[in-house]
């Protein structure tokens, strides 16, 4: 069966400090990967999507970016943080492309990150 | 471009009544998916349904339902007899061919005893 790992659960970061989430799915080859953000109160921000190995899509210029080094690995990252990083981050896979395109998205725990 | 809209911010009400949670999408592919999600206090995403675009038919599932309308592009999910479990953050989503999972803002529900 698949699974998706994502960690860790909870982070406390200083402002201007690197900051970097790991995804990983197991049980599946090739899935899309995705990075969602989550504000307090507010909706899903989709900021990263990956349909392949060093394939990223940035739906939201800011101060984050993403790497996917391997197939069912997707990695979160920032050079400095920002008091506005504040947030649960959602990592996501589906399967399929096009036509052949699979109909449901799996997530993970989630990981809440705190900017102090 | 793929959008989701929840236009229902937050909804409150009182246990036993029925409840609807809209939702209109936008999409100019001709094959996607449409689901709905619960997110609790707890903050997991629950995968409820998902919904293709071929198929219209409507859903029930204990006392959920689901009315897909293409004509109108909507996706709505009507919770029956709602409890107070059923308080929680509701997201409709989207996916098509070009593989972006895009979801809308979300609606707050609160069932009240």
């Known amino acids: 069966s698949q699974t998706i790992h994502q960690w860790p659960a909870t982070l406390v970061q200083p402002v201007g400090s690197p900051l970097s989430l790991e995804c990983t799915v197991e049980?599946?080859?090739?899935?899309?990967l995705y990075w969602y953000r989550q504000a307090a109160g507010r909706g899903l921000q989709l900021l990263f999507y990956?349909?392949?190995?060093?394939?990223i899509s940035s739906e939201v210029p800011q101060n984050l970016s993403a790497s996917r080094p391997q197939d069912r690995q997707f990695i979160l990252s920032s050079k400095k943080l920002l008091l506005s990083d504040s947030g649960f981050y959602l990592c996501?896979?589906?399967?399929?492309?096009?036509?052949?395109?699979?109909?449901?998205?799996?997530f993970g725990q989630g990981t809440r990150l705190t900017v102090v | 471009a793929q959008k989701v809209t929840q236009a229902q911010t937050e909804i409150s009400v009182v246990e036993k009544e029925d409840v609807t949670l809209d939702c209109v999408y936008e999409?100019?592919?001709?094959?996607?998916?449409l689901f709905w999600y619960k997110q609790p206090p707890s903050g997991e995403l629950v995968f409820l349904i998902r919904?293709?675009?071929?198929?219209?038919q409507n859903e029930i599932s204990g006392r959920y339902s689901w009315n897909f309308q293409k004509s109108t592009s909507s996706f709505n999910f009507t919770i029956t007899a709602s409890q107070v479990v059923d308080s929680a953050v509701y997201f409709c989503?989207?996916?098509?061919?070009?593989?972006?999972?895009?979801f809308g803002e979300g609606t707050q529900l609160t069932v009240n005893p």
């Open positions: 919904r293709n675009s071929f198929d219209e």
């Open positions: 996501a896979w589906s399967v399929g492309r096009g036509w052949d395109m699979n109909t449901e998205a799996f």
């Open positions: 049980g599946t080859s090739n899935p899309n």
């Open positions: 990956s349909v392949g190995i060093g394939q």
């Open positions: 999409t100019r592919d001709t094959t996607y998916y």
């Open positions: 989503a989207l996916i098509s061919s070009g593989s972006r999972l895009t």
